[in-house]
């Protein structure tokens, strides 16, 4: 099945599903308004795309001021289908169901057996049923996978650091296993999909993810785009070297190696000789352990840093920063803002996340969907 019929869409109606993408409940009348169609060519749309079971009628809105007969309002079809989108993390496989509205069905979280990536397909196809339908119209309708690593234009991947790629093209072998439409992406770019295209931040043009996390990355939209640079190492932000030339031979460090979480979490477990976790960070910095508060200190300083560089070189709208840590510990933000904004009071335009545990999985949600369906700047529904 490598495209379901009723996906063959024209131009028109792709604008009218579009509208009801991103306008939930919305009724025929308002679709004219906004595409500036007539009502006839309208309703005669929708009939297609009722036909082909992509919308629903879902009851009746507010009549007007000067009454009249309340109008039929129209919603995406949430059983039409359904897409899978994988994270190959770390140490796990992040599987999440999403209904075709970006609704979630259902989320797995599978420990990795090795980092070899001929046992993570078949991982993949152990826990993956690519036939099931999940009582949706037409089943599984695609598959987005998202790592770790750098990935190009023609969803090569040009790095792997964190799992042996043993020369297999991921895409090719999922789409083996699932005959539907792929992608592949990278993490921090899903991410900045997922920030552009939710909460309604659609108005918002040029934004960073900055995702901190065993590495440090970003996901670049410039004019609501997503930026992946000449062979998609546009953002790879913790590879930028800093020197030091106190020794008498200049050493050459890698930002990510001095203040991703990861090296965060390995400078504590040697410092403090234990196994250090993210919760335990937490815990020791509540009770105001001395060594955890100078390391956290020492981070925020570090990347405040990092977001005010970001700021002097793409001026964007917003930096929004993926990362447990300071998800767990939230008045870390407030010091990365506080000691960025002595640089630039114009620095303050950083938040967490809206999604540290799921925006990836979301953004390859939205990119898939956006795929399989020819339609860009589509809105979904992952309440």
Known sequence: MEKVE?????????????????????????????????KATISNLLNKLKVKKLVNEVGQGDSTKSGGRKPILLEVNKDFGYTISIDIAYHSLEILYSYFD??????????????????????????????????????????????????NEQQEIIDLPFHDLEGISISKAIKQITNVPVILENEANLSAIYERDDQGNLEINNLI??????????????????????????????????????????????????????????????????TITVDKVKKYYVEGNAIVTQTLELFCKRIAVLVHNLNSQMNPEMIYINCPLINEIPELLE?????????????????????????????AVIAITQQVLEIQEIKLNFK
Do not use: W
Not at 25 to 36: A, F, G, M, P
Not at 231 to 258: H, S, W
């Open 6 to 38: 009723a996906l063959n869409l024209d131009d028109n109606e792709r604008q009218v599903l579009q509208q009801i993408f991103n306008n939930r409940y919305i009724s025929r009348v308002q679709i004219s308004k906004n595409l500036e169609i007539n």
């Open 209 to 274: 993810s900055l995702s901190i996390h065993k590495g440090i990355g970003a996901g670049l939209i410039i004019d609501k785009k997503l930026y992946r640079g000449n062979v998609g190492q546009a953002g790879e932000i913790g590879k930028t070297l800093i020197t030091n030339f106190e020794e008498e031979e200049p050493t050459y460090l890698k930002i990510e190696d001095l203040c991703s979480q990861e090296a965060i979490i390995q400078h504590l477990t040697k410092q403090l000789n234990t």
């Open 102 to 151: 970006g609704k979630t069905m259902k989320h797995q979280s599978i420990p990795l057996k090795s980092n070899k990536m001929s046992d993570i397909i078949d991982m993949i196809k152990q826990y993956v049923d690519v036939t099931a339908y999940f009582e949706t119209e037409f089943g599984l309708l695609g598959v987005a996978i998202s790592v770790h690593g750098i990935v």
């Open 335 to 363: 010091k990365i803002t506080t000691v960025s904004c002595k640089f630039n009071p114009n620095n303050n335009n950083i938040a967490i996340t809206s999604n540290v545990k799921y925006a990836t999985l979301m953004g």
